[in-house]
DNA sequence: CGTATGATTGAGCCTACTCAACTATTGTGG
DNA sequence: CCACAATAGTTGAGTAGGCTCAATCATACG
């Protein structure tokens, strides 16, 4: 396997063999790049669905604005993720991207999908199946977002944040950093940023968690799984019904 | 094309041409059948994830609980749906599923889908594309659900629910039967039956719906769209990216 | 040093929840 | 066919948790 820089082949090939078609095939989706800066609109719901974007650095948000005023931050995108998954059924976006820091995004047409569906079953499987995941995830986000009390709510993020960078940094223990504000935390599980404040001083003075500048420590993850009754959903991956061979991982 | 009675075929041929090899492929799906009463729980979470289930009658919800003992209605099925995209992804069951009145549900396996994506990449579009689409309309049910107030919550949930059932029943107009307690339309938009049962009861008094035995007419559902920021997802669908032949229909 | 953004803390309020009683409806067995 | 039980829906009273409004503190940047 060619060691290339590309975080969408580093990340698929965590879940199946990729052989080198495939990364042909893959690499074309990163083959255009766009830099962006911090807090940059890359598109606004309405726009028309052209695109899809990979992100190779940075971090980004789905959001949406509500009737009265609000805001719903519906997903936060890390390196490696596909954005637009859920736009593939319409001609305009149904959400607003923005970034939350200065990152790269690779956009790919969706009829660059073509050349895969026809010739490559197994990435098809596999896309399908990181989309199915993805909805699986923002079902439990949304699930703690609107009927978990705020302790929980944060609990959640915080753990899907850190199981989420795992992925591609395997390194990572249990201290990352957290560019998001707190308005940012709030619109995201459905709180206030005076909330978002309390509850998570109240954390901190609990020893549940630890702030050091920007970046966040999880001191006690097991006690935050329980008050959240979090699942990892990156733990229990089944490739096993794909075409053709796969591998059997995490 | 053959006019089977099969809702699948029916649903999926909405949206693009099927010929008769896709239509083969697609009966095999619905080769076996299962009667479930009413109230009858089909699986729970964590049992191994070996079929998805299409619904030919009936009504089903799939709901997960919370650790508080609360339960959480995540998405409501009806005749056409394909129940169990996003558990594609895992090995078990990530949420519970129940009926809700008597029907019929003819199981698949994952597997079966093998065929389908190695020689059908129009159907494979098509489902990725449902799949895309379920995943922004539990966005918008959750961005509802979550953020809004109990009128724009009921009344996001019964315009849901009219949309769906107008697609396969172009009949239909206004008024529909919902077998659905206030329990459980509470465990649908994250409210108690009791205040569903207020709330219902004051958007009769104004005027926005009526309810007749177990039915619902929704009286001003310009109304009812406008307090509950409600966009219709089915209007928008685009299929024009797809590999080979397509219709560009609703 | 001054400004802007973000985080923290306090006070009071309001909405949806809890608890509880009561009514309506449905189904079942004597 | 009626009486009873079980389930579902309605209504009232009181509570509490998270919101709003507002002031203050912290940090970064020009």
Redesign the interface.
């Known amino acids: 396997m060619s060691n290339s820089n590309s975080c969408l082949i580093a990340k698929l090939s965590h879940y199946t063999e990729l052989d080198d078609t495939h990364e042909q095939l893959l690499a074309k989706l990163e083959k255009s790049e766009r830099q962006v800066t911090e807090r940059e609109e890359i598109y606004a719901g309405g726009d028309p669905?052209t695109h899809l974007f990979c992100v190779k650095s940075g971090w980004f948000y789905g959001y949406?604005n509500?009737?009265?005023g609000?805001r719903?931050v519906?997903r936060i995108y890390h390196p490696g993720d596909i954005i637009g998954?859920?736009?593939?059924?319409?001609?305009?976006q149904?959400?607003n991207l923005r970034s939350a820091t200065e990152g790269c995004l690779c956009p790919f047409e969706?009829?660059d999908?073509?050349q895969i569906?026809?010739t490559a079953?197994t990435i098809?499987?596999l896309?399908?199946?990181?989309?199915?995941?993805?909805?699986?995830i923002?079902?439990?986000t949304?699930?703690a977002?609107?009927?978990?009390r705020p302790r929980?709510r944060l609990a959640f993020l915080l753990l899907d944040i850190a199981c989420r960078l795992r992925i591609t940094n395997s390194t990572m223990t249990n201290r990352f950093r957290l560019p998001l504000t707190q308005t940012d935390i709030g619109d995201t599980v459905?709180l206030t940023n005076v909330s978002v404040s309390r509850t998570l001083v109240e954390m901190e003075q609990q020893g549940l968690i630890q702030r050091i500048n920007g970046d966040v420590v999880l001191l006690q993850e097991d006690e935050l799984r329980s008050?959240s009754?979090f699942?990892d959903?990156h733990a229990?991956?089944?490739t096993?019904?794909f075409?053709g061979t796969s591998k059997d991982s995490n």
């Open positions: 669905m949406t509500l009737p009265d609000g719903h519906v998954f859920s736009g593939l059924a319409f001609r305009h149904s959400i969706k009829k999908l073509h569906l026809l079953p098809t499987a896309l399908f199946t990181l989309a199915a995941r993805e909805q699986v923002i079902i439990d949304l699930r977002a609107s009927r978990m929980a459905g008050i009754d699942h959903r229990d991956m089944d096993s019904w075409p």
